[in-house]
């Protein structure tokens, strides 16, 4: 595989690891009865959406580790699947909220028994918390195809190959995306300070701040003609995908220390839109402040005067290749790791994609010039020197990374602030 021009079809995956242990007691509250859509605060839902077209003898089941309506991650992929699921006419069933806040004694392979127990067909696991939920069920039900969007056990070049038959590996190659947005917050600031609200610290949460980082000192540079030093990219971690009372710091305080510090544009790594929601408060308070969405494509709506934009996957892509696989009776088992279609990236056949918001303005221009360059390979993010936070090298001079010094970062990149661990 190329990193310097990743295609729609080059292959890998990633994602993240949090482990879980929950209990059958509150599992029935999960997956009890079949519910309509539920507001985000409301306790955590299951369903049975309508499917379109003459529906088949097969069923999808889906476990999310967040709300299936929090603008973004998981309604990225709640939308993905309906959107496959609406297109074949196939049966759906879901569990969301499924992680350590709102069920703390389920978990996802006990999850994933309650949807197969309903007839499920194949499960897919949408957060890398379902890392080893994944793999488990897939053991237990050797006949059952189980697709984890993230995580690197299909992976037979990566570090954790597993080699089980009916255990499939799908992620997109955001750190493209990431670069974009990293790109339009360079563009856009007009103190130099860019915050990162960071997730939990792990291989690929390191590696998508990074990406952000590359982008935006790339366009600092390049666009702006100014020197990386007077650029302040930092980033703070709460702990998880979203707040989780008593147990994260809480991202709204987070974006609000950062807006409040003359941080002007808050880039998001979360799941939820704290970033958004506390920009547009302090836009409304008069303070000159953007920021940038993550993975919802319709992101930018929620704050559309201060929104830079949005990188997002295309998760209907590989779900639909996935999932007609298994209504084939295949057992998806690849390692899929897709990038844009460089010709156009938010054409439908591109796994990830950018979105601009309105505040991006005249400098939408240098964002095309940047995808430009990035798609012919006329510019290589990866590419060294590159060192790491501590000093030493993640790329020598003029070396190209690696599918897998990319995947397993251990670190942050010099000239970024915040902890790598």
């Not at 499917?51 to 603008?71: E, Q």
């Not at 860019?194 to 291989?203: C, K, R, V």
């Not at 964002?367 to 012919?376: L, S, Y």
Request: glycine share 10%; hydrophobic share 35%; net charge neutral.
């Amino acid at each position: 595989m190329q990193v310097k021009v990743p295609g729609i079809f080059s292959s890998a995956i990633a994602l993240k690891i949090v482990k879980q242990s929950w209990s059958v007691a509150a599992l029935s509250l999960l997956l009890g009865a079949c519910s309509n859509p539920t507001p985000t605060a409301s306790p955590p839902t299951t369903g049975s959406p309508a499917a379109g077209g003459g529906s088949k003898d097969f069923t999808v089941g889906l476990v999310l580790v967040g709300p299936k309506n929090d603008k973004g991650w998981n309604q990225a992929h709640y939308d993905g699947v309906q959107e496959v699921v609406n297109a074949q006419g196939y049966k759906f069933e879901y569990a969301d909220k499924v992680n350590p806040g709102d069920r703390p004694n389920v978990t996802g392979s006990q999850v994933a028994d309650e949807l197969i127990s309903k007839g499920a067909k194949v499960i897919i696991f949408s957060s890398d918390d379902f890392k080893d939920d994944a793999l488990e069920t897939a053991k237990k039900y050797p006949d059952i195809p189980i697709v984890h969007a993230s995580g690197d056990y299909a992976w037979k070049e990566g570090k954790n190959f597993k080699n089980q038959p009916n255990l499939g590996n799908i992620m997109g190659r955001m750190e493209y995306g990431k670069m974009i947005a990293g790109c339009a917050a360079a563009l856009s600031t007009e103190t130099g300070k860019i915050g990162y609200l960071g997730p939990l610290i792990n291989d690929e949460t390191r590696r998508y701040a990074s990406a952000a980082y590359l982008g935006a000192k790339h366009c600092w540079e390049k666009y702006r003609k100014k020197d990386p030093k007077d650029l302040n990219f930092k980033v703070t971690w709460i702990g998880f995908w979203f707040n989780i009372p008593g147990k994260t710091l809480d991202p709204t305080k987070v974006a609000d220390d950062f807006y409040n510090s003359g941080y002007d544009v808050v880039m998001s790594g979360i799941d939820t839109p704290e970033a958004a929601i506390q920009g547009k408060k302090a836009a409304d308070a008069g303070k000159q402040v953007k920021f940038v969405h993550y993975d919802f494509k319709q992101g930018c709506d929620l704050a559309p005067d201060i929104c830079l934009g949005v990188p997002y996957y295309n998760w209907a892509l590989p779900y639909g290749k996935a999932l007609q696989e298994a209504a084939a009776g295949q057992k998806p088992n690849d390692f899929v790791w897709l990038g844009p279609n460089w010709k156009d990236i938010n054409a439908p056949d591109s796994m990830i994609g950018f979105v601009k918001g309105k505040a991006l303005g005249d400098n939408g221009k240098f964002i095309d010039d940047f995808i430009k360059n990035m798609g012919n390979g006329s510019v290589n993010l990866y590419k060294g020197p590159l060192n790491y936070q501590d000093g030493t090298p993640f790329l020598k001079a003029g070396e190209e990374a690696t599918d897998q010094q990319i995947w397993y970062m251990p670190q942050l990149l010099a000239g970024m602030q915040g902890p790598s661990k």
